[in-house]
């Protein structure tokens, strides 16, 4: 079998029982002290995607002024309340996601966006770079028909881009949002917890224009 199993969402019916019993959370975000669970701030909003390893894509998010608080866990398979381990052996179809709740007034969905498309390659598949299977492919998990309008409005451009730039089609799932499992409490803000820690996390160096996009955000809210 190889690695190639890893490289395919199983279907459901090969995908890992899993569990009914949920993963503990943390009480408190490692970095600024605030609740990794709802309830969240009246009028808050959520912001789920995959990027590849999540321990880099949640620093990103978390670093962001605006953000009230970030958690990574699993998305978009099949497994319930899957583990780490089960994620990693590609059984689950699960994507390692980072979850970013926002205040709308002080940052934009698409500011979001435009970290999410320049802080890796969306070119790449079921991999982001040495990290290879489904876990790390690159997906937008959209909560509202606004949201998933203005992931498919930066797409359009952002292909432009990157083929100008001598990239291959973007290969991200765009999706209703999914059920949402948390990960592990040790995986939380790993990399404030372990500074040196591994990041795979890397971007092409073209750049994601927004602008566009800023009218279109505010029309909507």
Not at 39 to 67: D, I, T
Not at 177 to 198: I, R, S, T
Request: net charge negative; aromatic share 12%.
């Amino acid at each position: 079998m190889g690695l190639q199993h890893k490289l395919r969402v199983p279907r459901p019916h090969e995908a890992l029982p899993g569990r009914t019993m949920t993963m503990p959370v943390p009480p408190r975000h490692f970095v600024n002290g605030r609740s990794l669970q709802p309830p969240f701030p009246h009028g808050s909003e959520r912001f789920l995607a995959g990027m590849g390893c999540f321990w880099g894509a949640e620093r990103k998010f978390w670093e962001m002024q605006g953000v009230f608080t970030t958690a990574v866990g699993y998305a978009a398979g099949h497994t319930p309340n899957p583990t780490y381990e089960e994620v990693c052996s590609g059984l689950t179809g699960h994507n390692e996601v980072v979850l970013a709740v926002f205040d709308p007034n002080a940052v934009s969905y698409a500011d979001l966006l435009k970290v999410f498309w320049e802080s890796h390659d969306p070119t790449q598949g079921m991999r982001q770079g040495n990290d290879l299977g489904t876990q790390y492919r690159s997906g937008i998990y959209v909560f509202d028909e606004i949201q998933r309008e203005l992931a498919l409005a930066s797409r359009r451009p952002y292909q432009q881009a990157l083929t100008t730039a001598g990239y291959g089609a973007i290969s991200t799932e765009i999706e209703d949002a999914p059920p949402f499992y948390y990960a592990e409490h040790y995986h939380q803000q790993y990399l404030a917890k372990v500074p040196n820690g591994y990041c795979g996390l890397g971007g092409t160096g073209v750049a994601c224009d927004v602008a566009p996009l800023v009218t279109l955000d505010v029309a909507s809210s």
